[in-house]
């Protein structure tokens, strides 16, 4: 293909140009660090902070309500999958 641009092209040409013309600071770029500490560039998400968060979000004053394991890892499951044959209604019903 004569005229094909990947994506990778147009973001290096956009960061290129947010460095070099428009002065922007490069401290958070996933090229040299994922600062994000994501399991892959492709993730929307840290999962690990995820848990971290909904184990503190969902303290108990008391053992007798805390979550285990598995119910962090269903609720993370539960917001990081998603149906994409579902409907935006369906999803947030969820």
């Known amino acids: ?3 094909f641009i990947s994506e990778d092209q147009i973001e290096s040409r956009t960061i290129d140009q947010c460095k070099n013309e428009l002065h922007y600071d490069e ?9 994000l500490q994501r399991e892959s560039e492709r993730e929307v998400l840290c999962k690990t902070k995820l848990r971290q968060m ?12 805390k979550l285990d394991e598995g119910d962090i890892d269903r609720a993370v499951a539960a917001l ?3 149906d994409p044959l579902a409907s935006a209604e369906a999803v947030n019903m969820k």
């Open 1 to 3: 293909m004569h005229n």
């Open 27 to 35: 401290h958070f770029n996933c090229y040299s660090k994922d600062y």
């Open 54 to 65: 909904i184990a503190r979000l969902n303290r108990s004053q008391t053992n007798l309500d």
């Open 80 to 82: 990081t999958t998603i």
